[in-house]
């Protein structure tokens, strides 16, 4: 049941960031030459070719091996759990400590919320074409609006202090967003409001950090 949960906290924390590295190899960028593109991440590799088709492959694997996988571990372990309860399991608890103990026992279930929200942040930059970038900033716009109402309006955390620095986090997240759509066709954003943006985050990064040591 441990070594579940060690899995499992691993698969969580870093889902954004493996997610991103998984779908590489659906990034392409076209040539000023007319029908050919290629890789964001690797510019010497042309979409559409047997190597870029075999990193597709590969691709489709790691998608259903990872995020896909985690999506069906959440959302089968959040179904689990009451009957898990009702049948005096409590070993979910430990095996699945990851998704529920960061949250009060009214709100078990708000982890379905989270991965789902990081699930759709990682895939759409990397799905949609870099033509359609407003498109993609749109859409990500509105799955943290979507995610953050009902992180305030229900304040799931299991202390008054995470509550607020998660709706901090995830407001900063639609600020820098909402103020990148600006420069999404090359428009440089300005001096005085990139230097605004910075603050948010640092702030983001001091407040965590403070609790890290108040807690230590």
């Known amino acids: 049941?441990?070594?579940?949960?060690?899995?499992?906290?691993?698969?969580?924390?870093?889902?954004?960031?493996v997610t991103l590295a998984?779908?590489?190899?659906?990034?392409?960028?076209?040539?000023?030459?007319?029908?050919?593109?290629?890789?964001?991440?690797?510019?010497?590799?042309?979409?559409?070719?047997?190597?870029?088709q075999s990193m597709v492959t590969l691709a489709v694997l790691g998608i259903l091996a990872y995020p896909v996988s985690t999506l069906v571990v959440t959302f089968w372990s959040t179904w689990y759990?009451?009957?898990?309860?009702?049948?005096?399991?409590?070993?979910?608890l430990v095996r699945c400590h990851f998704l529920f103990n960061r949250w009060t026992a009214e709100f078990y279930w708000f982890s379905i919320f989270t991965v789902t929200r990081n699930f759709f942040l990682a895939i759409?930059?990397?799905?949609?074409?870099?033509?359609?970038?407003?498109?993609?900033?749109?859409?990500?716009?509105?799955?943290?609006?979507?995610?953050?109402?009902?992180?305030?309006?229900m304040k799931p955390r299991r202390t008054p202090t995470m509550n607020r620095l998660d709706c901090y986090i995830s407001f900063v997240q639609i600020i820098v967003l909402g103020v990148g759509c600006m420069s999404a066709?090359?428009?440089?954003?300005?001096?005085?409001?990139?230097?605004?943006?910075a603050v948010f985050v640092i702030i983001a990064f001091l407040a965590g950090g403070l609790m890290f040591l108040f807690k230590c």
């Open 1 to 17: 049941d441990g070594l579940c949960n060690s899995c499992g906290e691993v698969l969580v924390e870093f889902y954004i960031s």
């Open 81 to 92: 759990h009451p009957r898990a309860m009702a049948k005096n399991d409590i070993g979910i």
């Open 22 to 52: 998984i779908f590489a190899p659906f990034k392409c960028y076209k040539h000023p030459t007319p029908g050919y593109s290629s890789l964001k991440k690797y510019p010497s590799i042309l979409c559409g070719e047997s190597e870029h």
């Open 124 to 153: 759409l930059p990397m799905v949609i074409s870099q033509e359609n970038v407003d498109i993609c900033a749109g859409l990500m716009l509105i799955v943290l609006v979507v995610s953050i109402v009902p992180l305030m309006w």
């Open 185 to 197: 066709y090359g428009t440089t954003i300005s001096t005085p409001l990139s230097s605004m943006l």
